[in-house]
Nanobody
């Protein structure tokens, strides 16, 4: 099994910054695409940013230019640097990882989610 644990959420004023981290652990063989998603009350979960194993990134239009996703492959950790935060960025942020994990002597695909971390931006 692969576990993802987010950290770094909190309360910040408009215009402030936060850095989220998502640490992956378990019987990981490789991590391919990883991403950050968010869900605000009463809304559907949406993609915020995604990064592939090759380093290609894509962002939601609403965060492009303000948020930066990065990964530290040696630590199996991904980050989301969030700058110029707005009240509409308030949500629970989740990380998602996809890749291959060891199951005994075989490898199997995994698609795991973290438990989420709350980000609240006050106006």
């Amino acid at each position: 099994q692969v576990q993802l644990v987010e950290s770094g959420g909190g309360l910040v004023q408009t215009g402030g910054s936060l850095r989220l981290a998502c640490a992956a652990s378990g019987s990981i063989f490789s991590i391919n695409a990883v991403g950050w998603y968010r869900q605000a009350p009463g809304k559907q979960r949406e993609l915020v940013a995604r990064i592939t194993s090759g380093g290609s990134t894509n962002y939601a239009d609403s965060v492009r230019g303000r948020f930066t996703i990065s990964r530290d492959n040696a630590k199996n950790t991904i980050y989301l640097q969030m700058n110029s935060l707005k009240p509409e960025d308030t949500a629970v942020y989740y990380c998602n990882g996809q890749g291959l994990a060891w199951t005994g002597i075989r490898r199997a695909e995994f698609d795991s989610w973290g438990q989420g971390t709350q980000v609240t931006v006050s106006s």
